[in-house]
């Protein structure tokens, strides 16, 4: 994304910022707000959010964040209608936990390929992932998507076994958020950003055109 200036940072908890400790959803709310402030400048600024890094960035607008647009690729909004099938209980035992989700996400064996180091750095990211799963596995939905305002793009993908109840979440987000767009992405999958990055880029730069 040369034609951008993009700012990336590792959330608290996780990399080379977990010495920061991991924080609630509020924490991570403010730590966006802030990193918005800090590189605002007379160009738009869209904050582009992939799974819970979307409902960081809808928490962050309820914080005060101010920002010209928002991209979000398949948050998770639970309590905007249920999913099929169950994943249990988290672990008690953050590391385990960490280990189980890459797993489930990416498989098992994109897991055994990777080397004893890259296993543990993921597996430390585990205390930060456990606060991540229990915000968006509580009965209380942790953000009002109905309240904002900021233009939003919602992307999902088109991935067969998913496809239907992204769809079903999309419809309810226009029935509750008049500044809201949705699409649906072609051949891709949650990890989008990873298989079909050009598509991710396309969902930037169609919001920014609308500016």
Request: glycine content about 6%.
């Amino acid at each position: 994304m040369d034609h951008y200036r993009v700012i990336a940072y590792d959330r608290r908890g996780y990399q080379q910022s977990r010495d920061r400790q991991p924080l609630n959803l509020d924490g991570h709310a403010e730590d966006l707000r802030a990193v918005v402030e800090a590189v605002k400048s007379d160009r738009p600024t869209v904050v582009f959010g992939h799974s819970y890094g979307g409902v960081v960035a809808l928490r962050s607008t309820e914080a005060g964040a101010i920002f010209d647009a928002l991209v979000t690729y398949e948050p998770p909004l639970p309590w905007l209608g249920p999913r099929t099938g169950s994943f249990g209980d988290l672990n008690p035992d953050p590391e385990a936990e960490a280990e189980s989700f890459f797993r489930r996400m990416v498989s098992n064996s994109a897991w055994e390929r990777m080397s004893p180091a890259e296993q543990q750095s993921r597996r430390s990211d585990g205390p930060a992932l456990h606060n991540d799963l229990s915000t968006i596995r509580s009965a209380t939905a942790a953000v009002d998507w109905s309240a904002v305002t900021t233009p939003w793009t919602y992307g999902h993908g088109d991935a067969a076994d998913r496809v239907a109840y992204y769809e079903a979440i999309a419809t309810r987000l226009r029935r509750d958020v008049p500044a809201i767009t949705t699409t649906k992405v072609a051949h891709a999958g949650h990890g989008a950003h990873l298989s079909n990055p050009e598509a991710m880029v396309r969902l930037i730069d169609y919001r920014l055109e609308q500016l």
